[in-house]
Nanobody
Framework: QVQLVESGGGLVQAGGSLRLSCAAS????????MGWFRQPPGKEREFVAA????????YYSDSVKGRFTISRDNAKNTVYLQMNSLKPEDTAVYYC?????????????????????WGQGTQVTVSS
C-alpha cells in the first residue's frame, strides 16, 4: 500500500552536485520523521540525514555535514537530499526512509530500525 519512489541519482564528477527526491504514496507522512541512508559496495547501510516533523529540525552524519541538505515538502509527501561538493567516498546506493509512527520525540533518527518504509534505492556514483 505504502510506496516510496526515488529519483535523481546518476554519475557526477567530484565537486559536482545532485538532488535526490523521494515521493511517498499511500498515506500522508507530514507528522513522521523522514531520512536518507546509503550503502557503499560491500559495506553496511549507514545513516546520512534525517528531518523531523518539527519545522527546522534536521540531522546529519559527520561525513556529509556542511555539504548535504535535507528538506521536505509535506504538500507533495516528498523528501529531498541536496548533495553538493560530492566526493568519490559518497558513491553508494541511496535509500530514503520513513518512520511509520507519528509525532515522535526522542527518536533514534540514525538507526535503521526506526524506519518502517524504504525506497527502492538509487545509485550515486562520483568519479575522481
Amino acid at each position: 500500500q505504502v510506496q516510496l519512489v526515488e529519483s535523481g541519482g546518476g554519475l557526477v564528477q567530484a565537486g559536482g552536485s545532485l538532488r535526490l527526491s523521494c515521493a511517498a504514496s499511500g498515506r500522508s507522512f507530514s507528522s513522521s520523521f523522514m531520512g536518507w541512508f546509503r550503502q557503499p559496495p560491500g559495506k553496511e547501510r549507514e545513516f546520512v540525514a534525517a528531518i523531523s516533523w518539527k519545522p527546522g529540525s534536521t540531522y546529519y552524519s559527520d561525513s556529509v555535514k556542511g555539504r548535504f541538505t535535507i528538506s521536505r515538502d509535506n504538500a507533495k509527501n516528498t523528501v529531498y537530499l541536496q548533495m553538493n561538493s560530492l566526493k568519490p567516498e559518497d558513491t553508494a546506493v541511496y535509500y530514503c526512509a520513513i518512520d511509520g509512527n507519528t509525532y515522535s520525540r526522542g527518536t533514534s533518527y540514525s538507526s535503521r530500525s526506526t524506519y518502517d518504509y524504504w525506497g527502492q534505492g538509487t545509485q550515486v556514483t562520483v568519479s575522481s
